[in-house]
C-alpha cells in the first residue's frame, strides 16, 4: 500500500479515525457535536457515518477498507495500462499513415518525370 502523509501507523488517515471514534462513541459529547456540526452539509460523511454505525466489528470495517483500496488501485492501473496501448497504437497508426504519404508522394514525383 502506498504511503500516505495523512495516514497514521494503522493505515487510517486522521479523518477516518476521527469519523470512527465518533461512531463507536469514543468523542466526547462536546466534541462529538462540534465534529457533527463541521460536517453538516456533508452527504457522503452522513452515508460514512451511518454505514460505518452499521458495522461493529472494526476489524471488518478495516478488512472492507483495504479490500476497496486494493480494488481502486487494480482500476487505476488497469487504466493507466489501457491509456499507454492506446497511445502506443495511435503512435504506430500514424507514423505508418505518415510513411505511406512519403511513398506515395515519392511514386507520384517519380512518374511524373
Not at 487510517?12 to 465534529?35: C, F, I, M, N, T
Not at 457533527?36 to 460514512?48: G, I, R, T
Not at 466489528?57 to 492506446?86: F, G, N, V
Request: aromatic fraction near 12%; proline fraction near 4%.
Amino acid at each position: 500500500m502506498p504511503r500516505n502523509k495523512g495516514f497514521n501507523k494503522k493505515g487510517r488517515s486522521a479523518e477516518d479515525e476521527a469519523l470512527w471514534e465518533y461512531v463507536s462513541g469514543q468523542l466526547p459529547a462536546d466534541k462529538a457535536h462540534d465534529y457533527e456540526m463541521e460536517h453538516l452539509d456533508d452527504p457522503f460523511w452522513n452515508d460514512a457515518a451511518e454505514g460505518l454505525a452499521e458495522i461493529k466489528d472494526p476489524a471488518l470495517a478495516k478488512k472492507m477498507q483495504l479490500q476497496l483500496q486494493q480494488q481502486i488501485i487494480s482500476q487505476t492501473q488497469s487504466r493507466k495500462e489501457k491509456r499507454k496501448r492506446s497511445f502506443q497504437q495511435s503512435s504506430f497508426i500514424a507514423v505508418f499513415v505518415l510513411l505511406m504519404l512519403v511513398i506515395i508522394l515519392y511514386l507520384v514525383f517519380f512518374y511524373l518525370k
